[in-house]
Structure formats: structure tokens, C-alpha cells
């Protein structure tokens, strides 16, 4: 533990996937503590584990981090899900993968080193292709996944498979899940989703061919529906937000 006189620092401080924050969504400064995890700027910066025994500082709230992505700019939800997805990597690789003796944390790198055979774990990051399908000029494919019990409707998305291109994730996810061929598929942006480690890579794609047969394992209804008479659609802050917004009326994809 850190002496009373060295300077606080700003924590992010995790009980799973939800983050203490004040009532004005401000992180807490803390005493650096040795087993916390330091950012690349230094000390002054630190995440670390709520753990279910610790009580919650009077003045203090744990809130689900989705829930933060509208209310932060874009750089401060980034660095929490950078600060999420490398105490989950930590959490997930105390042992060695290759010869199952208990790992240490480097010293000055982000890795899990096995003293026995030196293996290095470092973190992995999961990709995710997520496609926004136009037909035509005012049509727009939204899609409700099946694990979700409101009325929201979303975009085809799913991870890569080892061995496909990025286009090649579009073209299978969507004939998978809705039936369909698209085609004019280009790349429009990314964003880090921390649940649990996941980077959304965004694509625009273009109606070609097929009707639509669900994949009802993965998606409860789909269809095409008017830029002008669009269902429940996801948060502000989201990918798949910016990309309905950029189709429906041009806006920039990167915003901060």
C-alpha cells in the first residue's frame, strides 16, 4: 500500500461490468494500492476490482457501464473500456496456458509471464463485424435479437471467423442470420465494446438478393422498414447508433 502522503489517483474501480461513479458520474481518487493496474500515463490513472466484501464509499453508486456510454464523451467511455478489458484479461489469465503454473504481472508491459516456461499472455482483443443494410434509397434492415425481451431492433452483427476477411464476416453473418445477399460492402468505422473484449468493426452493405428466413436461435424478427418509420432503435453513444444516424441522414461517423 501506498504511504498517506503520495498523490491520490483517478481509479476505475469494477464490480463486474459496472463501475463506481459519484452522482455527478465522476470517478473517486484513491490511494495506489500494489496490486492495482496502472494505464500507460502512469500512476495518476488506475483500475481496479470492487470485490463483494468491500463496501461502497458513502457518495458512491455502481452504475452498469452501458449506461455511461451516452452521458461520456467518447474518449472517457474508450479509457473505461480499455480499463474494464484489461482487469477481466488479468482476472482470466492467473494461470499459464501452456503449463498451468500460476502466472505474474510484468512490470512494465500489459502481460501474464509464467516464471516456469516464460510463456507471455498478453491481451486479445475479439472482432466483430456490425452491418448497416440499406435497399434502395429509403429502406433500412433492422433486426431484433432473440435474447432480447423489449423492443428494441438493431443491426447483423457477429464475430469473425478464423480464415474470412472482414467482408466476408458481412456477407455470412447476414445470409445466417436474416437470409439475405448483400453486396457494396465498405468498412466505416470501429468502436472498443468491452462485453467482455470485443472490437465493433462498422460496415455499410447494400441489398442484393433473398428473402427473409430467420436464424431464430439468434433473431426473433426482421425486417425492412422506412428511414421515416423506424422502431425502438439502439442508444445514443453506440456504433449502431452513429451508423443508422450516418444512413438515415449523413451524419460523420466519428464524433467525439
Known sequence: MSDQNSELSLAYIFHHHQLLVDENLQLPKVEKLANDLSFNSGDQIIARDLFIEDQIPAGYQLIPIRQLISQWTKTEFEQASRALQLLEWRRNHKFCSHCGHETEVHPTEYAMVC????????????????????RGDDEILLAKNAKNKGSMYGLIAGFVEVGETLEEAVKRETLEEVGLKVKNVTYLSSQPWPFPSNLM??????YESGEIVLQEEEISDAHFFKFNDLPETPFSGSIAHAMIEHVIHNTPMHQE
Open 115 to 134: 516464471p516456469a516456461c516464460r510463456y507471455h499472455q498478453y491481451p486479445r482483443v475479439q472482432p466483430c463485424i456490425i452491418t448497416v443494410i440499406t
Open 201 to 206: 468493426l462498422a460496415f455499410k452493405a447494400e
